[in-house]
């Protein structure tokens, strides 16, 4: 079992900037991809970005050119720089990383708790 720790979220005006980070623990033998998800309440979740373990990334559109995430392979650790915040980036942003526990077992997925981003205009 692989457990996710998110902190930096909070509230910030329109503008400003924040960081996240996301710490994985646990039985870990490798982790494959990490990523942020977000979710306001009555949608569907959605991928805000995502880095594979080489550092390739991808982000969703409406994200690109103002957040960054990266990561520490060392510490299992996935950080989301997020700048010129928007009113509707406010969400829950959630943690995600695809890991494996043993050599020969299979991927699987892990959530972090979430954390709150909220966004004044």
């Known amino acids: 079992q692989v457990q996710l720790v998110e902190s930096g979220g909070g509230l910030v005006q329109a503008g400003g900037s924040l960081r996240l980070s996301c710490a994985a623990s646990g039985s870990i033998f490798s982790i494959n991809a990490m990523g942020w998800y977000r979710q306001v309440p009555g949608k569907e979740r959605e991928l805000v970005a995502r880095i594979a373990n080489g550092g390739t990334t991808n982000y969703a559109d409406f994200v690109k050119g103002r957040f960054t995430i990266s990561r520490d392979n060392a510490k299992n650790t996935v950080y989301l720089q997020m700048n010129s915040l928007k009113p509707e980036d406010t969400a829950v942003y959630y943690c995600?990383?695809?890991?494996?526990?043993?050599?020969?077992?299979?991927?699987?997925?892990?959530w972090g708790q979430g954390t709150q981003v909220t966004v004044s205009s």
């Open positions: 995600n990383a695809a890991y494996r526990a043993h050599m020969l077992s299979s991927l699987r997925d892990s």
